[in-house]
């Protein structure tokens, strides 16, 4: 299995984006590395035409709910569906963190999921609220699970959270 690497590119300018796919072509080939980089939802057609131009083996994603989730489920599933159709290979999701029911993120993560076609895969960005044991946390992740989403991505690195996750992949990023 490859390493996980994900550039945030979250925030960033068409012309920002564009410097770092070309320095991303400067880089030597590392075995079956598959760099990721995040864009936000308005970039990715640009992000996706920069790495298909340069012949570069770049997952892109892109992000629907962020960054407080706090968006209608239908929403979310648009704007992940809309990702996926713009050239997206991966949704990362954020829910609502001051809702602690499994079944309330359980029911959004479905109607996203059944909004991105296979073989796009989709992760759950874990909300935070001060501490990782928080339980819209455990919740959001439980709900990931049965959802099949593949990965959980945390802007903090935490063993409860990680334990929390298994099995899916677990994975910090700085978003």
Known sequence: MSEFVALSMLGAS??????????MGTLPHIGNQCFRVVVDPTQITLAAQLVKDAQLPVMIISVAGYPTGRHHTLIKASEARLAVQSGAEEIWVSV?????????HLSELIAISEACPDPVQLGLIA????????PA??????????????????RQGSPELAEAASPLEFHVVDL
């Open 127 to 134: 909300p935070l609220s001060g501490a990782p044991t928080h």
């Open 14 to 23: 068409a012309d920002q984006l564009k410097k770092i796919v070309e320095q």
């Open 137 to 154: 946390a455990h919740a959001a992740i439980q709900a990931a699970r049965q959802a099949g989403f593949k990965r959980i991505i945390s």
């Open 96 to 104: 609502d963190n001051t809702i602690a029911d499994s079944n309330t």
